[in-house]
Nanobody
């Protein structure tokens, strides 16, 4: 079983930056991949970015602005978000999977507004 805890959300002005963190219970080296989804009010949850031991992938809407990274020693995955736009406003969820089970954090709210 895996517990995921997100942090780092908040209110930021358009053009600003935030860094989200996702701390996992146990070693993340055992996890095939980790990543982020987001859900805006009235919309379905959408995939944002993912990372494996050897690659990263991004949704077109965030490519070039967001960077996903991992610190294996801290069992933590990060999402650096730059050049934020109002449409990035959402609850951001960390996710992973292990042994055919999906795991989600409770989410952290990011609000981009002036």
């Amino acid at each position: 079983q895996v517990q995921l805890v997100e942090s780092g959300g908040g209110l930021v002005q358009p053009g600003g930056s935030l860094r989200l963190s996702c701390a996992a219970s146990g070693s993340i080296l055992r996890l095939p991949a980790m990543g982020w989804y987001r859900q805006s009010p009235g919309k379905e949850r959408e995939w944002v970015a993912s990372i494996t031991s050897g690659s990263t992938n991004y949704a077109d809407s965030v490519k070039g602005r967001f960077t996903i990274s991992r610190d294996n020693a801290k069992n933590t995955v990060y999402l650096q978000m730059n050049s934020l736009k109002p449409e990035d406003t959402a609850v951001y969820y960390c996710y992973t999977f292990l042994n055919a089970m999906n795991y989600w954090g409770k989410g952290t709210l990011v609000t981009v507004s002036s």
